[in-house]
């Protein structure tokens, strides 16, 4: 079971890694504040950085679908309840991560990004998207 814990973050991280690089494009110019020293290193550290948080808050997720559950287990089993606790847990975060953000000019939406009620829909699907498929490679 630890080994699939532990694949199961790896491919948070990885998963996540590929979908932040493969949004950026929907944002605009990020904020170097603060970052100018970094030079052309700044936007791999912003990727790996949010990827890793993403990868973090996805073990919270499962560990509080095993808390509920009360084993891990249900990894290899996931059933409807499990997905739909990941799914509204993951929207929950992305809406509180992402007003704060927005709120605070951390980062700006382009105008492509599809937005819901202000909130880019890529963000906000991110979280239970990635983690329900690391869930599925891991099983398989």
């Known amino acids: ?9 790896v491919l948070a991280f990885l998963l996540n ?6 949004h950026t494009p ?12 970094m030079g052309k290193n700044f936007y791999m550290f912003v990727l790996l950085y949010a990827s890793s948080i993403d990868a973090l808050m996805i073990a919270v997720i499962f560990s ?8 891990w287990e249900w990894i290899n089993k996931p059933s409807s309840k499990d997905y739909l606790t990941i799914i509204v847990i993951g929207i929950i975060i992305a809406i509180i991560i992402e007003y704060r953000a927005l709120s605070a000019g ?8 599809p937005t819901i009620l202000g909130i880019g829909l890529t963000p906000l699907i991110q ?5 329900i498929l690391a869930l599925w490679m891991v099983r398989r």
Do not use: D
């Open 1 to 9: 079971m630890k080994k699939q814990i532990f694949l199961l973050i």
């Open 64 to 71: 509080f679908v095993s808390w509920k559950n009360k084993n």
């Open 26 to 37: 929907l944002y605009s110019e990020p904020l170097k504040e603060g970052f100018e020293w």
């Open 127 to 131: 979280l239970f998207s990635t983690a």
């Open 17 to 22: 890694l590929f979908w932040e690089v493969a």
């Open 106 to 113: 951390r980062w700006l939406y382009g105008n492509f990004m």
